[in-house]
């Protein structure tokens, strides 16, 4: 079945840092790819997506791109800020049917200032 | 423009014990999910309804679990009896049918723990 992998947190960085999250996933066909965001306290929400290979999904200043030829989606980000310390989930839904979503395990980033 | 609404966020039972949970989606959303998160992992899908039909059930357990949503809208997902396992957050999202963008919007979700 369908299944996506992300690296073990905790991530710890300072501010500023560049941010690198890494994600891979198994699916058939071409699934649709998005970064989910957790805040403490809050409930998840979409950050950005890419819906086929080579699309760069960008919010907030994060970056995702889909690559087919390495089944990929890793989250980067230029300068990291003490706000975005949150739990970052990796997912795919699957192309058609009805929007089954998978995720991954979650990656706890934490920003010291 | 009012979100995924949940109620408790939390509640504490002893095993054995039943317990229920309460999810409103934004109105409009005719997909509605439970997602179940445990401590430290990713959600796990335990069901999910397109209007008030059950597309994927597949990892409900269904010996304890339960869930309805009656005329398409608000849903209700039921453990009984309760089991130290089922410590967890109790996640309800929805999401427009028939775009397929993998969008869902989250409640805050419901915190049981089990005793």
């Known amino acids: 079945g369908d299944s996506v992998t992300q690296m073990e947190g905790p991530v710890t960085l300072s501010e500023e840092a560049f941010l690198t999250i890494n994600c891979t996933y198994t699916?058939?066909?071409?699934?649709?790819l998005f970064w989910y965001v957790q805040y403490p306290g809050e409930g998840l929400q979409l950050l950005l997506k890419?819906?086929?290979?080579?699309d760069k999904g960008s919010n907030k200043g994060f970056e995702a791109t889909y690559r087919k030829e390495t089944t990929s989606f890793h989250l980067e980000k230029g300068s990291v800020q003490v706000s975005d310390s949150a739990v970052y989930f990796c997912?795919?839904?699957?192309?058609?049917?009805?929007?089954?979503?998978?995720f991954g395990t979650g990656t706890k980033l934490q920003v010291i200032p | 423009e009012a979100g995924v609404a949940q109620s408790p966020r939390y509640k504490i039972i002893e095993k054995r014990q039943s317990v229920a949970f309460w999810c409103n989606p934004i109105?409009?959303?005719?997909?509605l999910y439970w997602y179940q998160q445990i401590l430290g992992q990713g959600p796990k899908l335990l069901i999910q309804?397109?209007?008030?039909?059950?597309?994927?059930d597949s990892q409900l357990p269904k010996d304890r679990f339960s869930a309805e949503r009656l005329k398409g809208v608000d849903s209700t997902l039921k453990i009984q009896p309760a089991k130290l396992e089922d410590s967890a957050v109790y996640l309800c999202?929805?999401?427009?049918?028939?775009?397929?963008?993998?969008?869902?919007?989250f409640g805050e979700g419901s915190r049981l723990t089990v005793l």
């Open positions: 999202a929805s999401s427009l049918a028939g775009t397929n963008t993998g969008e869902l919007f």
């Open positions: 699916a058939t066909g071409y699934p649709s």
């Open positions: 890419a819906t086929k290979a080579d």
């Open positions: 997912a795919l839904s699957p192309p058609g049917g009805y929007q089954k979503v998978t």
């Open positions: 109105s409009g959303h005719a997909t």
């Open positions: 309804f397109q209007n008030n039909g059950v597309v994927d």
